[in-house]
């Protein structure tokens, strides 16, 4: 019982963390769980379980969402996503590992410093077909998202609206694509359904506190979301 137990727990605070920065779900839960299971078990749980949230928060956020960002974005993660599935599916576990702490931490020091990146067509392009190949490799497809959106300039509801929206759209080809390459099996459908009540759990409870956050405090969010994730990471490495 204790493996359910904890995959409860996990994505009960991805969802949370997710509700309330936008972004969080797969940051926390992929770490988390590759702690408990195999990184790539831990990549296609969280992918199962995040569908409907993303799904759902696209479609209630919609009003708020840039969907011609969001359009460009799913259409170049398209191109990334085979790539993706090969590293998944050849990779070993510290590469995958290493693989989500470099991402997570270089994300904290894009959005730390206030660097702008390019979010011109190209520039969406590129972050997009990077967000392709996280969401089969690591499911840690976040990171990039936040950078662009941060350049942007959006506003917590405008950041999480639009992050739906392109996570809705990546979940499915990730779902698809871990179909069609067999990493779909019986003991991840049975872990994914007994954490799956947890994820409203978890997003209504964080919807209640970003009702409440100001834009100051959303950022401080992001940032801690970020470097825990990350440090969660490094620990497994260095286990």
Do not use: K
């Not at 942007?152 to 779902?175: D, I, Q, S, W």
Request: glycine share 12%; aromatic share 6%; hydrophobic share 60%.
């Amino acid at each position: 019982m204790t493996l359910p137990l904890a995959a409860f727990g996990i994505v009960l605070l991805g969802a949370f963390a997710q509700a309330v920065s936008g972004f969080g779900y797969a940051l926390v839960t992929v770490p988390l769980l590759a702690a408990a299971i195999d990184p790539r078990s831990a990549v296609v749980v969280s992918a199962l379980t995040s569908i409907g949230l993303t799904l759902t928060a696209a479609v209630r956020e919609r009003a708020h969402a840039r969907w011609r960002v969001a359009v460009i974005l799913n259409a170049a993660a398209l191109l990334g996503l085979p790539v993706g599935l090969l590293v998944l599916a050849r990779a070993p576990e510290r590469a995958l590992s290493a693989i989500i702490a470099v991402v997570v931490l270089g994300c904290v020091a894009l959005v730390w410093s206030g660097v702008r990146i390019r979010t011109g067509p190209v520039g969406l392009g590129a972050v997009g077909v990077l967000v392709g190949v996280l969401t089969a490799a690591t499911g840690t497809n976040g990171p990039p998202l936040v950078a662009a959106f941060h350049s942007l300039g959006y506003e917590p509801r405008v950041f999480r609206a639009t992050v739906a929206a392109t996570f809705a759209g990546t979940g499915l080809m990730g779902l698809a694509g871990f179909l069609v390459a067999g990493q779909v099996h019986a003991d991840v459908l049975r872990l994914s359904l007994v954490a799956l009540p947890a994820v409203p759990l978890g997003w209504w409870l964080g919807n209640r506190v970003f009702h409440r956050i100001d834009p100051r405090v959303f950022r401080r969010i992001v940032l801690v979301g970020l470097l825990g994730s990350a440090g969660t990471a490094l620990a497994r490495l260095a286990g």
